[in-house]
Structure formats: structure tokens, C-alpha cells
């Protein structure tokens, strides 16, 4: 596709319920990141994955957030045991390779009740 | 502490003005850095990105740019119209794999 695509736009979830999000990089890029922005917050970094390279974890909050990327392509962020501090926009990007110029989908819009 | 902070935080102008957008970094040794524009409820759009190696970058009525040695870069928006109301993001890259961003700039350009 022309940019990064992100499905749902938008999810409502009930609290303890688990959520997949999905992420559709631009064709032939390598380098994938999700970011997570909570109301009234800036970006923080959770997940960036580069070709077949063990992926920086380093960003995810706690054990219940976890993300895969399949065939170097789509990406998935899974959270388990969805809590009320989770709802924000979860926002994926990606870019030829780390380093370069990275573009972002229009986000997923978590809210959990 | 890698640490990215815009100034101010809020800006309104009268359409036409040239404004200056400010963001200043910690640790000079970047990768490089990237500005973004945030409409309400929508993703981000890149706007320019900086090499380490370069010193400005320009997009239509856009230029952006760097001094890292005092950790500073600086967006230049020339003849403001309202369209280019919106949050500007700057993103710093320190290790070739993932951006720390500002809090942002909110700009709202008044007809």
C-alpha cells in the first residue's frame, strides 16, 4: 500500500479482556516501531523491530504487552489482561531501515472499560 | 538522560506571519532528527528529516535546522496559513533504531 495501515481505528475493550492490534508497514521497508501516546502525553517508544533481528523490547511497559512480526512484513502488538492505564492511541511506523526517514499509520485508538 | 524538549508550547500567529518552532536535545551525538506534524485525532506526517551530517534541510515553505553542538534545531514555517494549524513534533535519533519526541508545539494560525 501507499502508507502504513493500522486496523481497528478504533477498539473498546472490557478491562481483563485481551487485544490485537495490527500494523501493515510500507512495502520493502525493514524497520517497524510501535509508539504509544496516552491523553495528554507525548510518544513513548515501546517496540522497534529491523529486518531479521532479534526486536528492542525495551520500550514495552510490563510482560503483558508483547509484539511479533511475521515474514518481516505485518506486525502485531498483543496486550493480555487489558487494564484501564492501557487505553491511549497505539501508533506503528515504519522506514527503509533504522535510521532513516520514518512514517506513522493513523493509529489505533485503544479505550478499555 | 537522552531528553527532547520544544519551546513554546503553544503559539497562535495571525496568517502570514513567519514563526520559528524550537526544540533542543541532550547528548549531541545523534543519529539524526525528524519533524512531524500531529492534526487532532490523526496519526503523524513527516515533514523534514535532518542528517547528522547536515546542517538544514527545506520543504516548500518549510526549513529545518540543526546545531548540534549546542543541541538545538529550529523549524521554520514562512507565510503561515491557517492549514498549517497542528502540533509539531520533534524526534531525535540516537542509536539508528528508535525516536525520542518532544512534548510538541501546538500552532494555530488565525485567518
Known amino acids: 500500500g501507499a502508507g502504513v495501515s493500522q486496523s481497528p481505528s478504533n477498539k473498546v475493550t472490557e478491562k481483563g479482556k485481551d487485544v490485537e492490534l495490527r500494523c501493515d508497514p510500507i512495502s520493502g521497508h525493514t524497520a517497524l516501531y510501535w509508539y504509544r501516546q496516552s491523553l495528554g502525553q507525548g510518544l513513548e517508544f515501546l517496540i522497534y523491530?529491523?529486518?531479521?533481528?532479534?526486536?528492542?523490547k525495551s520500550g514495552l511497559p510490563s510482560d503483558r504487552f508483547s509484539a511479533e512480526r511475521t515474514g518481516g512484513s505485518v506486525s502485531t502488538l498483543t496486550i493480555q489482561r487489558t487494564q484501564q492505564e492501557d487505553s491511549a492511541v497505539y501508533l506503528c511506523?515504519?522506514?527503509?531501515?533504522?535510521?532513516?526517514?520514518?512514517?506513522f499509520g493513523q493509529g489505533t485508538r485503544l479505550t478499555v472499560v | 538522560k537522552q531528553e527532547v524538549t520544544q519551546i513554546p508550547a503553544a503559539l497562535s500567529v495571525p496568517e502570514g506571519e513567519n514563526l520559528v518552532l524550537n526544540c533542543s536535545f541532550t547528548d549531541s551525538a545523534i543519529y539524526n532528527l525528524q519533524w512531524f506534524r500531529q492534526d487532532p485525532g490523526k496519526g503523524l506526517t513527516s515533514l523534514l528529516l535532518?542528517?547528522?551530517?547536515?546542517r538544514e534541510q527545506t520543504s516548500g515553505r518549510l526549513n529545518a535546522s540543526l546545531d548540534k553542538s549546542s543541541g538545538r534545531s529550529t523549524l521554520y514555517i514562512a507565510a503561515s496559513q491557517p492549514g498549517d494549524s497542528a502540533t509539531y513534533l520533534c524526534?531525535?535519533?540516537?542509536?539508528?533504531?528508535?525516536?525520542?519526541f518532544g512534548p510538541g508545539t501546538r500552532l494555530s494560525v488565525l485567518p
Open positions: 523491530f529491523q529486518g531479521n533481528s532479534a526486536p528492542d
Open positions: 535532518i542528517q547528522s551530517s547536515q
Open positions: 511506523a515504519s522506514s527503509r531501515q533504522g535510521g532513516t526517514e520514518a512514517f
Open positions: 524526534a531525535v535519533d540516537w542509536n539508528g533504531q528508535n525516536f525520542v
